[in-house]
């Protein structure tokens, strides 16, 4: 299967723990996206990567979210001093570049924070 | 402000039972309108994109129409497979963006 992976695809972790997360994009597309959703909710743009530049931020991504995707290929999502409102599904998607450049979607990290 | 607003929230329809999900959205320069399907506790998975009014594509018993305020998935005689959310999303143009605006998606849930 040739498609976005995420790991892992559960975490339970306590109020003020620090995790990550890691997303695979589909191995020919270089522009990488997270999504934050919470239940009944769309997706909500995090971050933007096209290679290894983070070119979009949301205002959604306070301080204590960071991402990087250093060789252009994986990337990873931290979140420190985590919080009960940070307890969502994670997503990543990727795409190629051009005009249609549809994003495709991973399974998701279900975080839960205590 | 961008926005993408679906209707209705929640769609029961029994099995064979035709219907139209709707997509209105208010996004600055728009270039491209995404569809989307939803199984519980999975991520989001790509059906279709329209990108100029009057385009139409079909995929099994779905149809997804665009105009220049809206957008429609017809479902035509719907089976219980057929049951999960549907995303409406759409992207705009400008800068670096590249990101998607979502709508809060239509529950559908199909009975045999």
């Known amino acids: 299967d040739t498609g976005v992976s995420q790991d892992p695809r559960h975490k339970i972790t306590k109020r003020g723990q620090n995790v990550t997360f890691r997303c695979d994009p589909i191995?020919?597309?270089?522009?990488l996206y997270w999504y934050r959703q919470t239940l009944g909710q769309g997706p909500e743009f995090l971050t933007y990567?096209?290679?290894?530049?983070?070119?979009?931020k949301s205002r959604l991504l306070s301080d204590r979210f960071s991402a990087e995707r250093p060789k252009g290929s994986f990337s990873t999502l931290e979140i420190q001093r985590t919080e009960q409102g940070d307890s969502a599904m994670y997503l990543c998607a990727s795409s190629s570049t051009g005009d249609y450049n549809e994003q495709f979607f991973g399974p998701g990290t279900r975080l839960t924070v205590l | 402000e961008d926005q993408v607003t679906q209707s209705p929230e929640a769609l029961r329809l029994q099995e064979g039972e035709s219907s139209s999900l709707n997509c209105s959205y208010t996004?600055?320069?728009?270039?491209?309108l995404f569809w989307y399907r939803q199984d519980p506790g999975k991520g989001p998975e790509f059906l279709f994109t329209l990108y100029s009014a009057g385009e139409e594509k079909e995929k099994e018993r779905l149809k997804a129409t665009l105009t220049k305020k809206e957008s429609f998935l017809h479902i035509t005689a719907p089976k219980p497979e057929d049951s999960a959310t549907y995303l409406c999303?759409?992207?705009?143009?400008?800068?670096?963006?590249?990101?998607?605006?979502f709508g809060t998606g239509t529950l559908l849930a199909v009975q045999p």
């Open positions: 191995s020919e597309h270089n522009r």
């Open positions: 996004v600055s320069g728009l270039r491209g």
């Open positions: 990567f096209q290679n290894e530049a983070q070119l979009e």
């Open positions: 999303a759409g992207r705009n143009y400008g800068g670096a963006t590249n990101k998607l605006i």
